[in-house]
């Protein structure tokens, strides 16, 4: 695999090893017919651990909670009713608490993952992408007008369009019902450990990249196919996957 694109599954475990794992094989072997790709937003396309981090603390803060980053660090989930059980926040409390957290993020202007712009740019033209993200509608529409992006994802599945949160593969098979694809035919690209485990659930082959939320350990623990250190690396990814499988078929 390319540089950046980290095989879990060498046989010593090292980096870099020319030993593909097994779901990375099957990957490959489904390459061919790759013809979605799903995004998370926050984190992965988004920039968003400072804004997050500011939003969170303020939020707890306002209501008498005294989490410090590193609480926020131990407890984080994309799915921050997860962190409001971690905090001992009554559901009674949980509306308030969202409203909070929304007036203090506002502050905030998080720009885009480096090399964002371009690769989604990149892969549009190949492949539909959709976005499948725990934000809420109005706070994602806001940010992708605001970024230019909002006519790139053929669909958009946020908090609001699924029974349930991730890690629950309710969302992405939503995206998948409106864009009436199989889920062999997409790959979902992510940067937690709900992402990969919400992608498993779902049929749909993941591939974590690290970003700035701390995640880095629950993801290559959730074996996705492969690990990228970077976003700007996904195209180079998706193309070698696709050579390497038609060699293999020589």
């Not at 559901?91 to 007036?103: C, P, T």
Request: aromatic share 8%.
């Amino acid at each position: 695999m390319q540089p950046g694109a980290k095989n879990l599954a060498g046989r010593n475990g090292a980096v870099g090893s020319p030993h593909l794992c097994y779901h990375s094989r099957l990957a490959m072997a489904a390459s061919s017919s790759l013809r979605a790709v799903l995004f998370d937003w926050d984190g992965t396309l988004l920039d968003s651990y400072h804004a997050d981090t500011h939003a969170f603390l303020g939020m707890f803060h306002a209501l008498g909670i005294p989490w410090t980053v590193k609480d926020l660090e131990r407890h984080y989930s994309p799915d921050w009713h997860r962190m409001y059980r971690a905090a001992s926040l009554p559901k009674s409390r949980w509306a308030e608490a969202d409203r909070l957290w929304s007036r203090f993020y506002r502050r905030q202007r998080p720009e885009l993952m480096p090399g964002a712009r371009r690769v989604v740019g990149q892969l549009a033209r190949r492949y539909t992408l959709g976005l499948v993200t725990s934000g809420n509608r109005r706070r994602v529409s806001r940010q992708l007008r605001h970024f230019g992006l909002s006519k790139l994802f053929a669909a958009r599945v946020c908090c609001e369009d699924a029974p349930r949160r991730k890690p629950h593969p309710a969302p992405l098979k939503v995206a998948l019902e409106r864009l009436r694809l199989e889920p062999e035919a997409c790959v979902y690209v992510g940067d937690s450990p709900e992402d990969m485990e919400m992608a498993r659930r779902a049929g749909v082959r993941a591939i974590a990249v690290l970003g700035n939320f701390p995640t880095h350990n629950g993801l290559r623990a959730a074996r996705p196919a492969a690990v990228l250190d970077s976003l700007a690396r996904l195209p180079r990814l998706l193309k070698t996957w696709a050579c390497s499988f038609r060699a293999e078929l020589r």
